[in-house]
């Protein structure tokens, strides 16, 4: 055994000795409240305090690996350009922007609901036409904001809303919340609950494609280079996934967090950990739910992703549990499959596992501030 695995050996065993500290310290109040709370003073030109505040309040959309793949340019006080950051594409799973530009709609929503709370009504128009390529023009909507009466907006649900992975109920989505989901989404959903053959075959998929994704060092590498293990790291990214937003919670969770750095993501036992805890999940939940597109243009993928973030914003308040698995979207395996099972017509946009919680978890997964995506 070499030094290093011996000191992780050591200090693994001494972290079971040492039993309910350590797992205390997992439990410990959240390194984004710590960091996120403090509200600092906005110094950006042209952007009023509820300019910077409804940024704030977009920046906590979801996105694949968190990479926020957003920047805002100030035109004009009224006037704002949200474009895809060239250095936050995925380009290994995400090849053609499909996942960046669904979670620039999620952006896109929460920035829609805030300015509406502060104000403001935002017009949203989408100019690009192809999907962003990286010598493209980067910029994907254009907003203009028009002073209007403060709405009552519902804010609670945009700070308190997360992606929950564990201790989904195996429960069927009731009717009523199946019909309020698919009223938010235009239409647009379909629910597969548990135990159907279609719900057993999505969870087949779900985990047939991370195995793929598994094997391929490209995806593993691209994966490792987004996530942040280390509380140093958080606080230096803000961004990307971190032990809590992957929840590997107690005594796993502060082995990680102490002991292990990014070329360890890569490596075989954190990988079959991976597939494991995949396969646990697709077996827990109520089933799943597929959010499709009418097509695949920048406006067809926005609008998706607007229609995914107001019913994730629902799903908070009804104590559901929404668990984005895109593996199966992402391979082109997975895509295979879905085209035979359901034609050429149909395209899914989001592959959602879904289930009743007792308890919704707090956030836990980061942000960077708003000055750092904004671009003058
Ligand atoms: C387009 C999109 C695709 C995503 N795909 C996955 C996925 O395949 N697996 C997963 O665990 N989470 C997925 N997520 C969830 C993100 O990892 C999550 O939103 C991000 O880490 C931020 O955490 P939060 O949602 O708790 O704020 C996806 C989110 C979006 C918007």
Redesign the pocket.
Known sequence: MNRRNFLKTGAATAAVLAGIPMLTTGCRTSLRSRLMEKQPSPNIPGLSADGYRILHYAS?A?????AQPWFVRIDAPDHWTIGLDPDRRLSVVDSNNT?AL??IG?FLENLVQAAAAHGYQAHATIPAKDHFNPDGNPDVVSLGLEKIQPKEMDLHRLTS???V?SHLSDRQLTPEDVSAFSHLTDGHLFYFAKGTAHADHMAEQAVANYIIQMKNSSAVREMAEWTRLKDTAIKEHRDG?TPA?MEIQGLAGWYVRHFMDQADVTKKTFVEKGIEKTRHQTRQGAGWLVITGEGNTVADLIAS?RR?QRMALEARNRMIAI?????TLEETRGQQHITKNHGPGTIPH?MLRVGYLDKYPD???IRRPVEWFIRT
């Not at 979801?62 to 968190?66: F, Q, V």
């Not at 668990?323 to 593996?327: A, N, Y």
């Open positions: 906590l979801p996105s694949g690996h968190n996942e669904l979670s999620a809303r997360r992606t992975k996934l937003g992703g995914f668990h984005p698995m895109s593996q989001f956030p836990v997964s």
